[in-house]
């Protein structure tokens, strides 16, 4: 070995400081740097998982959002719904209510109208009654002379019975 | 307060007789004045009414016929009161 000009001692030395270098590189630098590495890796993966944990939430809330969207809309659409048919009977009820107390108000003014009718027309009637009578009395008073009258009272009294005293005068007989 | 019986009874006699009177107290209302032959007529239909004290008046108001008063009732055979039945026939008829 000499002889190739290696040192024995040099090499196991040199073996030596090698194996030294690598147990002091291999406990100091090595393994907390592959440490350090994993545990970057894990929170990696950690920080993946979170990531896609949140997406999926995050979907579940879009989901849920979208749901609750529709379903406040398939709300709305129903109230909007009962409210337009409530609407509709209450415009039908009130419309049928209004046709009702015009009809009512119809009537009373027909009724009324035909009182006031009937009243005035009563009333003319009256007046035509008594200004015509007023015109034969009057008529009579100036065209009846004594004979005229004297005739007249004659056949009243021949026409006159006990019968028609009684039938026809008692009534006038105020006690 | 206390009235004399004598006084009361005359009072009494003399209103009976009064009402009497005023009961059989005859008045023809007419429009003119009445006819013998009418007053003759008149009588011998209303033979129980005392025509002694008779009263004849005339009213124009009664166009023609005769309102006959015996006391407070009215027998009334009047042109006019025929025209007011008919005034009332008429009213009655609405």
Do not use: C
Not at chain 1, 75 to 89: G, L, P
Not at chain 1, 98 to 113: C, D, P, S
Not at chain 2, 12 to 24: A, F, M, N, Q, V
Not at chain 2, 71 to 84: T, Y
Request: net charge positive; glycine share 2%; proline share 1%.
């Amino acid at each position: 070995m000499e002889n190739l000009g290696i040192d024995i001692k040099l090499l196991v030395a040199q073996l030596l400081n090698f194996l030294l270098f690598f147990i002091i590189i291999n406990k100091f630098l090595v393994k907390p740097f592959l440490l350090f590495l994993n545990q970057e890796k894990k929170q990696d993966k950690d920080k993946e998982e979170a990531l896609s944990k949140i997406k999926k939430i995050e979907e579940s809330l879009i989901d849920d959002q979208t749901r609750a969207k529709a379903k406040i809309n398939q709300e709305y659409n129903k109230i909007m719904e009962q409210a337009k048919k409530d609407s509709q009977q209450i415009k039908d009820e009130m419309i049928i209510q209004a046709q009702k107390e015009v009809e009512e108000i119809r009537i009373r003014m027909k009724k009324q109208l035909e009182a006031e009718r009937n009243a005035l027309y009563k009333d003319i009637k009256e007046q035509i009654t008594t200004v015509s009578l007023n015109l034969v009395s009057d008529g009579l008073k100036e065209a009846l002379d004594d004979s005229d009258k004297s005739k007249i009272t004659k056949r009243i009294l021949m026409k006159l019975t006990t019968k028609d005293l009684i039938t026809n005068y008692n009534g006038h007989l105020d006690e | 307060m206390r009235i004399n019986p004598h006084l009361k009874n005359d009072l009494r006699k003399y209103l009976s007789d009064k009402i009497l009177t005023e009961k059989k107290k005859v008045t023809v209302t007419s429009s003119y004045v009445l006819e013998a032959e009418e007053i003759r007529l008149l009588q011998s239909k209303f033979p129980q009414l005392d025509w002694k004290t008779a009263k004849f008046v005339v009213d124009p108001s009664v166009i023609a016929g005769l309102i006959i008063n015996v006391g407070s009732r009215v027998i009334n055979l009047s042109l006019k009161e025929s025209l007011l039945n008919l005034k009332h026939l008429i009213y009655e008829s609405y």
